[in-house]
């Protein structure tokens, strides 16, 4: 099956710092997404982004699908932008068995 | 516009056992899915209902079934516990042929 490697697998940034968190696909996907998990478990869905580039606010994000990858840039982290940040797909004709990777936890310090 | 409710939000259930979770899905959205999430892992697909019928199952076993209701609403329930079945359980809801998915906060089941 597909394999979705997401990485660093954990990132601490100082407040006010920039990251960019990097989401590999081992085969073709569609329906490309952006999860943030909050500390209280839910997922929200940041971005839908199967190709090119989308900007909300301080995040945006960048998917190359000729390439399989996805990249989702934080600007000016903070405190609340913490939590677990997931890419996730759905490969052939499937639009509901999304694929998620493991994840990357992002802590912001004040 | 109401959200993705889901019920109980914690649950100790003893192996063997059998357990019933419940989710209530954003108006306006007829697609549910279920998700498990191992603690430090990603959320894995359980399966889909659409129009109160399975519509799509991941790679977990028949004691994990399903019911869709005539309001969306859907349950998720599993028989003979094991101790590896503890984990987050999140639903989500959606629209048919769309990629916007609701999630709700998850029931947290514990197998002891």
């Known amino acids: 099956g597909i394999q979705v490697e997401q990485s660093p697998p954990d990132l601490i940034l100082q407040e006010g710092a920039n990251s960019t968190l990097r989401c590999n696909f081992s085969d073709s996907v569609n329906n490309l997404q952006w999860f943030h998990q909050n500390p209280w478990g839910q997922l929200i869905n940041l971005f839908y982004i199967p190709s090119g580039t989308k900007q909300n606010g301080r995040l945006s994000a960048m998917t190359v699908a000729t390439e399989r990858y996805s990249l989702l840039y934080i600007s000016s982290s903070q405190t609340t932008d913490s939590g677990v940040y997931f890419c996730?797909?759905?490969?052939?004709?499937?639009?509901?068995?999304?694929?998620f990777g493991k994840g990357t936890k992002l802590s912001v310090k004040p | 516009e109401t959200g993705v409710t889901q019920s109980p939000t914690h649950l100790i259930k003893t192996r063997g056992q059998q357990v019933t979770l419940r989710c209530s899905s954003q108006s306006g959205h007829n697609t549910v899915s279920w998700y498990q999430q191992a603690l430090g892992q990603g959320p894995q697909f359980i399966f889909q209902?659409?129009?109160?019928?399975?519509?799509g199952r991941g790679n977990f076993p028949p004691r994990f079934s399903g019911l869709q209701f005539p309001n969306y609403s859907s349950e998720l329930n599993v028989n003979a516990l094991e101790l590896d079945d503890s984990a987050l359980y999140l639903c989500?809801?959606?629209?048919?042929?769309?990629?916007?998915?609701?999630f709700g906060s998850g029931t947290r089941l514990t197998v002891v």
């Open positions: 996730a797909g759905a490969y052939g004709g499937s639009q509901g068995n999304l694929i």
């Open positions: 989500a809801s959606s629209t048919t042929g769309s990629y916007g998915y609701t």
């Open positions: 209902y659409y129009r109160e019928e399975e519509n």
